[in-house]
């Protein structure tokens, strides 16, 4: 599987509601940093974490919430997604970053439109 086929496995999953999928495609020490002042913002260590700290949040923040992939870039071993983002009925684009390491995802970040995100926050 090539890096991008595995950042696309992660996106199909989450798209599904496949938490368990997603999951077996991070590695045992995947960390994941979501910017100061978005809602439930923090370092994440591990697929559980992120899901049950994280994720588990957006019905609640985001009861609309979607993400759909644009484009997918690669360099080496970092595989960028460029995507829009539906949510609070705003619409904005991003971009993340991840970074695969022997089939398995081990690092992501996001650059996305915080400040729309934050206004579209519904909790």
Partial sequence: ?????????????????????????????????????????????GADDFIQNFLSHFPTVWPDFGLEPIALYES????FLHHKITAG????????MLVIENGKCISWRPFDDTAALIAADQS
């Fill in 1 to 45: 599987m090539t890096n991008s086929e595995v950042v696309q496995g992660i996106y199909g999953a989450f798209a599904e509601g496949n938490m368990e999928k997603m999951a077996s495609l991070f590695s045992e020490n995947w960390v994941g940093v979501v910017p100061e002042g978005m809602p439930n913002s923090g370092t994440f260590h």
């Fill in 76 to 79: 080496g071993d970092t595989v």
């Fill in 89 to 96: 009925g705003k619409t904005t684009e991003g971009i993340h």
